[in-house]
């Protein structure tokens, strides 16, 4: 099945450092959605961005929707331990709901002691 | 806790044998959502079901089958196992049909390993 294209796969940073991922597909999506995966756990919801070139922050999180709508990104500033984990991107087409969301392909997140 | 919940954890088994995955939504959720998670993977999308009807079907194979009961738990049930059906089944839930934006709360997940 298709999945969004998520860059990059994997991240080491050191505490402290600023993290940007992105997420890209080839056709339009009307709602992207950021989650975060811990290990052994289900994702869970960061960020929604229902509207192209939304700037939405979470916290030390802040996502955008891609003017384009074929695209999002989510950086985290300041990065703490407890950031560690898989960051999942997923797009949703239909504005009219019973739409499933197609997820990214994850960038796993490391800090570097 | 998303208030999601899902038995069992882990589940062990053998080529060619079925298994049952049970998921509970959260309280007042209306949908349940199942996906497949194989190894350094995305979430791929297997099938809802909105108040105990088939909402939406994706990438599901005809040996899976699921269904939603009265009480609004579900069940994803796998037959004539294969090897590389071993991965994690996250089941989610959502208020209503899933309308745009709507937010899907993942339960922990059934670690399947298909030996």
């Known amino acids: 099945g298709q999945q969004l294209n998520q860059s990059p796969q994997s991240m080491f940073i050191q505490e402290g450092e600023d993290v940007s991922m992105n997420c890209t597909s080839s056709s339009i999506f009307n709602t992207w959605l950021w989650y975060k995966q811990d290990p052994g756990e289900g994702p869970v919801l960061l960020i929604a961005l229902y509207k192209a070139g939304e700037l939405t922050s979470n916290g030390r999180l802040t996502a955008q929707f891609g003017i384009t709508r074929k695209d999002s990104f989510l950086n985290i500033s300041a990065s703490i331990p407890s950031d560690v984990g898989i960051y999942f991107c997923?797009?949703?087409?239909?504005?009219?709901?019973?739409?499933?969301?197609?997820f990214g392909t994850g960038t796993r997140l490391t800090i570097i002691p | 806790d998303s208030g999601v919940t899902q038995t069992p954890k882990h589940l062990i088994t053998a080529t060619g044998q079925r298994v049952t995955l049970r998921c509970s939504p959260r309280s007042g959720d209306l949908s349940v959502y199942w996906y497949q998670q194989s190894l350094d993977q995305g979430l791929q999308f297997l099938i809802q079901y909105y108040n105990g009807e088939e909402r939406a079907k994706g990438n599901i194979l005809e040996r899976f089958s699921a269904q939603q009961f009265p009480d609004l738990h579900s069940e994803l049930n796998l037959s004539s196992l294969e090897l590389g059906d071993s991965a994690l089944y996250f089941c989610a839930s959502s208020l209503t049909s899933g309308r745009a934006g709507e937010t899907q709360y993942f339960g922990p997940g059934t670690r399947l390993l298909v030996l």
């Open positions: 997923a797009g949703q087409r239909s504005n009219f709901g019973n739409e499933k969301l197609t």
